[in-house]
Every structure is written in C-alpha cells, then in structure tokens.
T-cell receptor, first 112, second 113 residues
Framework: LAKTTQPISMDSYEGQEVNITCSHNNIATNDYITWYQQFPSQGPRFIIQGYKTKVTNEVASLFIPADRKSSTLSLPRVSLSDTAVYYCLVGAHSGGYQKVTFGTGTKLQVIP | SQTIHQWPATLVQPVGSPLSLECTVEGTSNPNLYWYRQAAGRGLQLLFYSVGIGQISSEVPQNLSASRPQDRQFILSSKKLLLSDSGFYLC????????????FGPGTRLTVL
C-alpha cells in the first residue's frame, strides 16, 4: 500500500483559498487518490477523487502532477464550517475489494 | 439511495464484558464492508474488511472479531473488552469491484471502564 504524508495541521482565515498537499511517492499505476473530510464524532465524508491532472467538483479541486507522487486538495474561500480533518488516501485495487490506509490527516482550523 | 446504519451510538462497558456492534447497509447489494477504529485524536485504523457473506479479513491482531451473517450486515464483537478497546468505531461500505470510495456510518463511541 502506498503511504501518504500530509501536514499535521493548518490554519486559515475565512474567505481564503486553502491548499493541502499530500505526498505519495510509492503510488502504484492503478491507484486512485481520494480525499475525505471528517468532523468531530462523525465518520469521514468523501470529498473528491482523481487519477491524474485536475479534477473539480462543487466542493473542491484536486491537482495531480504528471508523476502522481503528490496531490493538492484546494478548498476555495473556506468558511468556519470547513474546520475539520482532511485525509488523503491512495487506494489499492486488488480483486474485488479496495484496501486503503487512513493516516492521521491534516487538521484544518478556519479562523474568523 | 444507499444508507448505512450503526448502533448503538454510544456505549459504556466494563472491562471484561462482551461487545457486539452492528452495522447494516441499505440500498445496495454485495457491498464491501469495513470496520475501523479511531482512538482520540488519531487517524482511522482498519480492523476488518469483508467482500462477501462469511468472508472476513483481519488487518490487526487484537481482542476483536467480525462476522458477516448476511449480505448487508456486519458485526463487530469481543468476548472480553480491554481498556484499550475504547474508541470511535466506524463501519463503512464500498461498491464491490468499483472505485475505492468508502461511505461511512455515523459511528459508535465505546468507552471501556
């Protein structure tokens, strides 16, 4: 399984764009990169997934360089409600199941 | 649409007592099912996963066991709880053979005293 490394914590003011970078040097050819958001006492929630280049949805953008050894989650104009832990995962597709490893994540604190 | 349920939401148990946490999924068939544990302030630790009825794989040797008696039911058990079993237990599902997106339940907060 590809290991991921991301900052332990980040602070940002409301209205700013936040970029959280994740390193995954050992990513395999068939691995996807997925980001989750977790609020206290709740299960993680899927945010965005990508394989290469750029993916955008209504919540965030995901930038993946050509070598795929890192990825950056971009949250535009954060609000206080975006305060949460963000996990970067690299999934291993093996047979019929997907086994992924959740690291400690990045704790984002949005400041008013 | 698919939904995932977990119960109970919170549980306080004495050391040495048994445990049974239940997870059910609605709106999908033959899902992959997962049990995770999250200690306070820590990341998620994968405990068990299952690709079908009666098929359980354990990730970490421990005091816990899992069973999947029905396609959309996943149970986490222990015969004798330890203090170290305290934590936030999360059940998740994903599409069998599909992408690796996992959908999590609301979790069970277990405190062992």
């Amino acid at each position: 399984l590809a290991k991921t490394t991301q900052p332990i914590s980040m602070d940002s003011y409301e209205g700013q764009e936040v970029n959280i970078t994740c390193s995954h040097n050992n990513i395999a050819t068939n691995d996807y990169i997925t980001w989750y958001q977790q609020f206290p006492s709740q299960g993680p929630r899927f945010i965005i997934q990508g394989y290469k280049t750029k993916v955008t949805n209504e919540v965030a953008s995901l930038f993946i360089p050509a070598d795929r050894k890192s990825s950056t989650l971009s949250l535009p104009r954060v609000s206080l409600s975006d305060t949460a832990v963000y996990y970067c995962l690299v999934g291993a597709h093996s047979g019929g199941y997907q086994k992924v490893t959740f690291g400690t994540g990045t704790k984002l604190q949005v400041i008013p | 649409s698919q939904t995932i349920h977990q119960w109970p939401a919170t549980l306080v148990q004495p050391v040495g007592s048994p445990l049974s946490l239940e997870c059910t999924v609605e709106g999908t068939s033959n899902p992959n099912l997962y049990w995770y544990r999250q200690a306070a302030g820590r990341g998620l630790q994968l405990l068990f996963y299952s690709v079908g009825i009666g098929q359980i794989s354990s990730e970490v040797p421990q005091n816990l066991s899992a069973s999947r008696p029905q396609d959309r039911q996943f149970i986490l058990s222990s015969k004798k709880l330890l203090l170290s079993d305290s934590g936030f237990y999360l059940c998740a599902w994903s599409v069998y053979g599909g992408g690796d997106t996992q959908y999590f339940g609301p979790g069970t907060r277990l405190t062992v005293l």
